[in-house]
C-alpha cells in the first residue's frame, strides 16, 4: 500500500558528513506551514541538501545522510514507489517542453488529479500566478512564450494550489522575477514543508529558521528571532525603495533623490 502523504507531519534528514568526513552535529527535523532557508556561498551543500531530500537518501549519497517520514525510514519498495510523489523542486531554470496554452496546461494537470472543477481551479491558479509575476500573462499565450519569471510564477502558484507532493523544494527564488514575499505566503497557507535555497537576506529573515552550510555540510541551525522580524521590515522598506527606483528606469524617467 502506498503511503497516504497528505499526511505527512515530519521529515527528517539525519545527519551526515560534509566534504571533509567530518560528522554535523543534528538532525533537522521539518514540518507543514514551516520554511527553512538555505544559506551559504556557492559549492556550500545547499543543492547537494535539496537532492538528498529530493531523492528520499537513505545514506547511498556522498554526505550520508538519511530521511525519515514521521520518523520512520521507508523501506526500499516504498521509497521507490514515493519518489517522484513526495517532493515538488523549483529549480533556478524553467523550460517547458510541452508547448500548449497557459490555461489548457493548468486544466489538464487538475484533471490529471482529480480535481472536481478542474476549469475553477485553473482559473484561480492562474489568477494567483499573475499575481505573483512581474508581467502578467494571458490564459491564451504558449507555455513557449512565458518569459523566465512568468514561468516560475506559473509553477510556483500551481505547485502550491495543485500539486499533491507535501515538500517542496525552491532553488534561488530571489532570481525568478517573481513577488517572492507573496510566493512564500502562498507556500505557507499550502500547508506544505518548504525549503529554500538563497542568497537573499529578505528571504532568509522571511523563514522560520536558517540553515546555515560550509564545506558540505550543515554548519548551525537557528531560528528567527524577534530582532531580526524588526530587521526584516527595515530591508523590506529599502527593497521598496529600490523597486520605485527600478520601475522608473524602466520607464524611461530618471530617478531622484526624493526616491529615497
Known amino acids: 500500500m502506498q503511503r497516504d502523504l497528505s499526511v505527512l507531519t ?23 506551514g514551516e520554511i ?12 547537494r541538501f535539496l537532492s ?29 514507489s514515493l519518489q517522484g510523489r ?14 500548449m496554452k497557459v490555461l489548457d496546461f493548468i486544466v489538464t494537470h487538475a484533471q490529471s488529479r482529480g480535481v472536481p472543477d478542474a476549469p475553477e481551479a485553473a482559473a484561480r491558479v492562474l489568477d494567483v500566478a499573475n499575481r505573483l509575476a512581474g508581467e502578467p500573462f ?19 502558484a500551481d505547485t502550491a494550489l495543485l500539486s499533491w507532493s507535501p515538500v517542496i523544494l525552491i532553488d534561488e527564488i530571489e532570481n525568478a522575477g517573481v513577488d517572492k514575499r507573496s510566493a512564500l505566503e502562498l507556500l505557507v497557507k499550502s500547508d506544505k514543508i518548504v525549503v ?21 555540510g550543515v554548519k548551525g541551525k537557528f531560528q528567527r528571532t524577534a530582532r ?12 521598496l525603495k529600490i523597486s520605485t527606483i527600478r520601475e522608473a528606469l524602466r520607464s524611461g524617467i530618471a530617478p531622484t533623490l526624493n526616491l529615497l
Open 138 to 156: 494571458e490564459a491564451q499565450n504558449h507555455l513557449a512564450q512565458l518569459s523566465g519569471g512568468q514561468s516560475r510564477a506559473l509553477m510556483i
Open 52 to 80: 538528498d531530500i529530493e531523492s528520499i537518501a537513505n545514506g547511498d549519497t556522498p554526505t550520508g545522510r538519511k530521511l525519515l517520514l514521521d520518523g520512520v525510514a521507508p523501506d526500499s519498495d516504498k521509497r521507490f
Open 10 to 32: 515530519s521529515l527528517t534528514v539525519t545527519a551526515g558528513r560534509d566534504k571533509s568526513g567530518r560528522g554535523e552535529e543534528q538532525d533537522i527535523v521539518f514540518r507543514p
Open 196 to 216: 529554500i535555497a538563497t542568497h537573499d537576506p529578505v528571504l532568509a529573515l522571511s523563514a522560520d529558521r536558517r540553515l546555515v552550510f560550509q564545506n558540505g
Open 36 to 47: 527553512s532557508a538555505l544559506l551559504g556561498p556557492t559549492g556550500s551543500g545547499k543543492s
Open 86 to 99: 513526495l517532493v515538488a523542486q523549483l529549480s533556478q531554470n524553467m523550460n517547458f517542453v510541452l508547448d
Open 228 to 239: 531580526e522580524a524588526e530587521l526584516l521590515g527595515a530591508l523590506l522598506e529599502m527593497e
